[in-house]
Structure formats: structure tokens, C-alpha cells
């Protein structure tokens, strides 16, 4: 809460929550078994290549996409699935993605597709995300959950990230079961047009139907320190559009969005990264955190205001978006 | 999710969810006995006639309003309930409605009026549907299945359909129990006065303050497959208000909305009609599925699109609303 | 339910839930134990008075505002904590604030600051209330009754008020467990600036990154029969932008608001104050429930409109608030 005026959102981050003792990362495991030190994956735009067509996986991975994701699912038609499997193995095994994140998208758990489509990718090594379609309850996460545990390498086993697809109204009644099926979700992605025909929506430019659901979403995203993954702006030649809907999508919170067209993506990491002088301000507090726990002292004082863990997770998180 | 460039809510609807067997009847029956072969009841307009006066059930008898409602609550005096209910027996008795549906609104189960306006009616072999006002919990509904399976007709005890009018807070905080409460409840109705008398907000010509409680509604009647109907326009001389308001309310999803006039009707019904475009689609959408599940087959392809089975229950409610 | 043209929002809240026997006191006693008979007490402005410094006690006790509250959490830097709760206690303890209500303002449970806090002003019989900050769910709220039921008087044991603070994402999870914890939680606030911080979020003008948050929080509040309290308005020399914001209040159904600046208090009290004709139409209830419950009459017709339960209560927190 405020009470002193002209406060500014960053000054009021850090008057809270006064520790008095030193935050050990040990401390900071929560509930779900996710950690305080667990790594950020940046994911500002999330782009998909048909798993398919050899020209389309080597059209994303000429893009700059945070998220390069092999897709098995809708750009795929039905008779041409296995073809794909083997050619999004392929593709894991021989491209080297650098920084960026390598994942896969399979069909949903309830069409019978998806146990092939893990067979053929979880024994690739260089697999680091499944995107997971059509999510309506956890126990469509712990049947992939299950699969991983069963035939993936240890190291994909363990250091895997899924991100979860809320494409109906089910989905939305099961948010929190979903948020915390598994440890390994890691971001929850709003899928707008499935969405729409679920419920018999009608998406507008104005977006005002799809409040409650994308706000919801992002609540129960930073509740159980999940990501946030906007709706795909589908007008994609209209770059003031686009701008638009990512001023939106991070006043309301999310994290990043998807991208449907490869001209979309430097527009949405450039509106989603932070900006320098937020980034200033957070290596400064790193810099404190690690000075002062160093010493055993966990809480500390920073242009005379007080630092705590959500700050310090603040920092973190803004830091690794950059 | 989308993964291509100018696709439409129609296409992306159909390249989903690819089921490699049958969809058979049987499977499509949920936890909730709803099944996929439920007879869509059409409701695009809900008009009350008040039960009390001769003169207002002939003139509700009058209009074309998909689902005409006898009323016994906020429409009848206190001291003329119990000649209304004789009324409304009468009239459920002696009118034949032909295909439209022939309801009776009672007041709730707290007011300790439903008893006997339930012991009136339910004898009626005609009565095809109740709007059972001010449901606060799953309790509210369950008081009213009890009565109907004592004391109602065979036919109506198996094809009685509920339909729960949310009016309070408390009713908000228990929507996903009140859907789940009986296979019998088919439509939520969102009663946007009672709902702002009982939560201290003013309606506003925006109605930005009924976000969030109209878009969990209807949120939650699509996750359960019920029906979704929205406010009452209350400028009941205002066409472009009331077209306004229609056209909002389906884009939210809603699929149908209240009457509070005759004049509404038309209006109403017209603009919560599909269009031609979507009609002939759906149509073949349903002509497909029948010809392949008489094959034994179930996913099948339209346009280069797989259909399965959440677009042929699209299609299916989209023909029983036109 | 609507059915009749024109009504008004009044009318619609008096034709409702009919009661054949009368409405005693007892019977109004929920099952959260919070009663009809509940006095209500009035806070349309919450003010905060830093309780490190006898300068900003004093002008706080000068301000009208209804919910006077001194501060232990974000207005006393950390090394100042110690003195400003003795200042507090002994600003409890000398001070008359006639009709204005006298409360305290603590660290949250979760920063181990609390129990300290609490120590040193429980034990003032003055005490009549506690703005809890950062409520995560309602083990924050058991922690404090705990302390409560431990130390404080008698007096202060049975009519404090608890006023809860929701700022992060995980309190919005956990609305209605917290509206639920304790007999004694009487109010929710929407700390704004804190649940952009832990969300990401970012505040705009218009405040639609918020529809979600503070809808669902008004929607949990009147279901439990709590009040409502919303965000600061941080323009503090714009009067116009906090008449707008109050309006918008109001119509969410908030009723009242943080103000951070002695000069807000008067346009948020004024604004979060009924009409005259309001008032006297809720007169007119109370003065008929009480003549007809002497009788042994619970339900009563006033302007040929059924009187019952939850119009008494409206009528009883419009008169408590004015």
C-alpha cells in the first residue's frame, strides 16, 4: 500500500515485505517446488515453423524469435503428421539455436495424437520446451509429465520448461490446477482464436471480450510464478496494430506474446523488452543482493529504500527479459 | 493456437483436436450426464408475461419470442401470487405454443414461495422449462430437482430444463457448482438489476462495471455447455441501444438476452441469429460428420480443414439457434 | 429479474425474496458469523498518518477523514520501526477521534515484523481497528487473530475490525478463503501500486489493466458482506482525475477509497456519500421494518413493493455511510 505521494511504482517495489533475516535461496523454494534461483527463459515472442515443410523450419530459424517452436500441431495437416514428427527430430538434433529456446509443439493430449508426437521428439537430447495445445486440466499436463519421466534423457527429464496453450473455457475453470500440475510449467499462452470458438466469442479490435479471460490468465500466471503469453495479432501487416495490442498485453501484465509472421517479431521483443533505465535500477539491486547475502544479510537498503525477495525476483525476472 | 497467417475463427476452428477414431454418441457424454446429442433449445429471446393477468399471458402468447416465461415473481403482487398460480396452470394447460418454449419464472427458493409455486405447476404435463430466480448456491437448484422428481410428470421430470438466474455476489462465487448441479440445468441468465441492488454498483449506459461478472458467466456456461443469457436492455424505446447492447452481448458470447418489451423481440432475435455464411457452413459440417460416423469414421476433412468434435457441436448449436 | 418497464434499481431491490415469517436478528446470522446487526462502520476515506513522526500524526488527526490509520509499514523507514510503534501506542492511547474510526496499519505477517507490531499496539484498549498489509491468503489473517485473541483486551478482542490488503496476485487467488478467515475481516483494499509491482503490470489512466482485479475483489466483498475499498488515486493535486476515479468506484460497487493527501479526503467522502433521496427512501424502510418486526412481521410492503431482508441491509449500510 502507498502513503506517501508521487510514489513511484519501483519505489513502492521496494518498502515492502522488511526482511530481517537473510533470504537463503534454500528459503525461497516454494510450494510447487519452483525456485527462486530457477533460471528465466526469455520468451518475448514465441514464433512457430511448420514441422512439415524443410523451408519453413529454415525460415524460423533465420528469425531472431526468443522461442523458435517446431510445430506438429495445426500448421500440420492430418496425413502428413508422421512426416513431420521425423523432420522436427531432425531439426532438434542438427540446428544449433544459440540463445535461443528450441521447443516443440504437439497436438492436445484429448485428439490421440499428441503420445506419438512425444515418442518421436522427447528422445532428442536438444529438446528444451514442449508447447502443449489445448491444456483444459492438469491431468493433460501429468500425461506429458508421465511420458517425459518415461523416455526422455535424463537431462531434457529434468531441465524441460512447458508452456501450457488455454484454448477453451474448461481450461479457464482449471487455471490453478494447471499453474501448479508440475514444477516444470513455465508460462501459460493465450490462445485467442480457439478461445473465441470454444465459447462462441467474437473477437473484436477493441479486444473488450477477452478481458476477463486474458486478465485472469495472467493473475493465476503471477501467482504461481508462471509466464504470461499474449494473444497473436492477426492484422499482420499492420504494425501500429501490433504495437497496440504489446502496449496492452504488458499493462496488463504479460510477459510476451506470440507471433504469427516472422515481421512480427522484432516489434514485439523490442516493445517487450525493458527499458535501460529499469534495467539500471535492477542490476543495482543484483549487484546489493549478492554484496549483502554474501555477508548473511538478506534484506537490505538501497537509495534509502528497503530491498526485499519479490524485489529482488522483480530485478531478476526484468533483467533476464533484457 | 494459430499458427498461419490470415486464418478465420471458422478455419482455426476445424484444425483442432484431430480424433484418429469415431466419434460415437456414447463418448461424447460428459461427467455431467450433458450429452452431445441434447436436444439446443433455442432462446434467443426470453419474454415474461406475468402470471397474474389474463391479458398479459395472451399478449406474451402474441409475440414470437423463442422461450415465452409465465411469471410468478417479481411480476405478481405478494397477495396475488396464489391466483397466479392457478393462472399460469391454466395457461400452461390450455395453449399450445407450438415451437416455442413454454416456461414458468419462480420466485426463489429463500423467499419460501417456490413450494407452492412448484407444487402448482410442475403437475402440468406441458411445462417444458423453469427460470428459477436468485440461485445462490448448487443447494438452490438441488431444493427444486427434489420437488420435480417427487411430484412431476415422467416427461417432465427427464425434460425439464433449468435455467438459473444469477443476481447476487454469492450466486458469482458458486457458478461452477450451480452448472454442474443437474444435468438438468440448460441456461444461466445474468439479471443485471438484482445483481447491482445486491452489490451496491450502478449500471451505466458502458456497463464497464459488469465486466467481470457477465464474462465469468458466460465463461462458465460455455466450460459446462449451457446457454448463456444476458441482460435485460432497459431504454426499451431505444433500437439502437438495444442493437448495441445485442451486439456486444455476442460478441462476449452470450446467446440470447431478455426481453423486457414486445418491441424487444424482433430485434433481439434477429441480431442473435447466425448468418447465412456460418448456417450453410455448419451445414455442411453436419452433413460430413453424419456421413463419415455411419462409416465408423470420425475426424474427417472439409476444405482441406479436419472437422472433429468440437466443431460439429459448433455447428450443431449453430443450426438450433437459427 | 426484471419484468416490468422502467423500473429503477430501487424498485427492482424491494420486489424480491418474499418472506412469509418475520426477519429476527438471530435468523440473519450467517454462517461466517458476521451478523444483520453488524454495526457498519463508515470508511469512505482511509488515511494514513506516518506514526514515526508526531508532525504527521497530528495532521492526520486533524483530517474528517472516517478511518484514521497510523502507520507502521511503508511510511516508517526500517531503522524507525521500534520508535514509531511506541509513538503509535501512545497516539492510541491519547487521542479522542470522536466518530472517526482509530486504526493501525502493520508490516505483513510474511516480513516478521508483525508480531512486534502487533505487541505493541494490541495491548491499547483505544484500538478499533488493523489494516493488515500484503494478505496473502488466510493464514496472514489467523496469524494476527491468533495475536489478537492472545494479548488484546476484551474489548478490543471482540469489536476490533480487520481491513485487508490485497497486493499481489496470490491474494486474488486466495479472495475468498481471506473473506471467510475470521468474523472480524469487515473490509478489502485494492493496494494498486504494490499488485502492479508483484504482477508486472503496469497502471494507466484508463485503468483497464485493473477491471479484472478490482471487479473480482468487489464481487468477493459483497458476497461475504464486506466493504470494498479502492485504489489511491496518485494524482493528488488533479481533483478532476479523483472525482472520475471515485465516480468509477462507485459504480464498481467500491465503497470508499485510499486517499494519500489530507486534500483528497473531502471530494472521496462527498463522492462515497449517498443522496439525499437515497437516504430518505432507506429511511422510510428502516422505520416500516421496525414497526413491522415489533409485530412479529418480517416481510412488509412500503410504495406497493415487498420489503424484505436484503433491501434492510441496503437501506442500513446507505444510512451507515452517510
Redesign the interface.
Known sequence: ???????S?KS??I???????AIKPALVQNKYNSTFSKKYIKRRALF?G?GSEDRKILASLRTNADSIVF?L???V??NR?KEARVKVFNALEKYDLGHREKAV?I??V????AEEDLKSVLPSSKLEAL?I??VNSEKDIHFVCDMIDDIAPENVRKNIRLIA?V????S??NL?SICTSDPRVDAL?F?S??Y?????????RSR??L???R??L??????FNLQAIDL?C?D?KNDDILREECQ?G????F?GK?A??PRQINIIQEMFTPSQKDLEYARRILDGFKNHTSKGIG?F?LD?K?I?Q?VVR?AE?LISRA
Open positions: 500500500m502507498l502513503n506517501t505521494i508521487g510514489i511504482i513502492s517495489l518498502n515492502n515485505n522488511l526482511l530481517t533475516q512457430n511448420k510445430d500441431e495445426d500448421g495437416a492430418f503428421k509443439r497436438n492436445c484429448s485428439s490421440g495424437l508447447v495445445t489445448k496453450c484454448e477453451s473455457a474448461m479457464l475453470m490453478k499462452v490462445a482464436e480457439d473465441c470458438a470454444d465459447t462462441g466469442m467474437i473477437r473484436t473488450e471480450e478481458t476477463y479471460a486478465q485472469a495472467v493473475a493465476h500466471a503471477h501467482a497473436v492477426q499482420y496492452e504488458k499493462e496488463f501484465g510477459t506470440q504469427i509472421h534484506a537498503v534509502g528497503m526485499d519479490p522483480w525476472k
